[in-house]
Structures are given as structure tokens and as C-alpha cells.
């Protein structure tokens, strides 16, 4: 994957975060046709970068920090 289809995905996460539909890191990862440890690995890219981004079990989804309850 080279950085122009990574940050791609990234802004896809950030996306589906807002909506609150990215599903589980396992779902995401096929949908995305990648592996579940790269979701995590550009999730975490993404809080390292400042933007809050957390796993809701009751979502079942990422949610952005607007949405952290």
C-alpha cells in the first residue's frame, strides 16, 4: 500500500467514524481488503495526528470524539 491509498483509507475511517458505520476493526478490515492489525495500526496514526477516535461497544463501530458518550 503506498501512502497515497493509505491516507485514502484514512480519510474513509474518519468518514465512516462520523456516520458512526465503520462496523468492527474485522469488518472494517474486509471492507477495506486489508488486514485488521493495518486498521488499528491507521487508527492509531490517526490519534497520533490529534483527531479522538475511540472503539464504541454499543456502536459497534468507531465514533469520533462529538459522539464519545
Known sequence: MNRFQKE??????LKLATLKST???ADLALRFEISERSVKRMVKEIRDEGIE???SQSCRSYVTEKYYQ
Open 8 to 13: 485514502t483509507l484514512k480519510a474513509r475511517l
Open 53 to 55: 477516535i475511540r472503539y
Open 23 to 25: 462496523g468492527a476493526p
